[in-house]
């Protein structure tokens, strides 16, 4: 079957524009994460979902970032007022809930390359 | 609060020789830990997880991972090196919770030479 899909793969914005992100998760999974991935780091995470309902948001930067999931299976990384320091690869990942023997897997997409100019 | 640390930012090994990536962690409660490999401009794969199941774990491709409590360490091995294994590799712990989230290490960036 289909993996985690982001669109777009590379997105170029100017300083104080608003970007939207998606994800398309895997069918039938219910737990949604969005991370971020500096340049020469590893991800950080930023938001998961489970279901339509954000469980945890306390990677989100400041106020400016937001993200949804209206329907449970689609979700939007909303980025108000872009600066120069949001540039990285924004990366979605979905894994089935609950987890199973504790360490369920997260199946990441190939990511969306912010560029803020 | 848990987290995993990566010893070397690069390694360089010769095809066919050892590989050998270091990862040490910090949980106050048995960890979850994974290793995950990220070619160039793709997303990250699993390579192989544990979940207290048994201290070896193997993985795809021929990689496997030994954690030891005694050392808060989650080595991850391979007996010889190919080409095709040159990519970044990230380890990773999962917070206590339900499908939680992962908690990454800064990555170490895998060359290999003929």
């Known amino acids: 079957g289909a993996g985690v899909s982001q669109t777009p793969s590379n997105k170029v914005t100017e300083k104080g524009k608003y970007v939207e992100l998606r994800c398309d998760p895997i069918?039938?999974?219910?737990?949604l994460y969005w991370y971020r991935q500096s340049l020469g780091q590893g991800p950080e995470f930023l938001i998961y979902f489970q279901g339509t309902g954000a469980a945890d948001d306390s990677g989100l930067p400041n106020d400016r970032f937001f993200a949804v999931r209206p329907e449970g299976s689609v979700s939007t990384l909303k980025i108000q007022r872009t600066e120069r320091g949001d540039s990285a690869v924004y990366l979605c990942?979905?894994?089935?809930?609950?987890?199973?023997?504790?360490?369920?897997?997260?199946?990441f997409g190939p990511g969306t390359r912010l560029t803020v100019l | 609060a848990q987290s995993v640390t990566q010893l070397g930012s690069h390694v360089s090994v010769s095809e066919g020789a050892l590989v050998l990536l270091r990862c040490n962690y910090s949980s106050s409660v048995p960890p979850y830990l994974f290793w995950y490999v990220q070619y160039p401009n793709q997303g990250l794969q699993l390579l192989l997880k544990y979940t207290s199941a048994a201290t070896l774990v193997k993985g795809i491709n021929g990689f496997e991972a030994e954690f030891k409590k005694s050392e808060t360490s989650f080595h991850l091995t391979k007996p010889s090196a190919h080409m095709s294994d040159a990519a970044e590799y990230f380890c990773a712990v999962r917070h206590t919770g339900t499908a939680s989230k992962l908690t990454f290490g800064t990555g170490t960036r895998l060359q290999v030479t003929l």
């Open positions: 990942a979905s894994s089935s809930y609950p987890a199973s023997g504790g360490g369920n897997e997260q199946f």
């Open positions: 069918s039938g999974h219910t737990a």
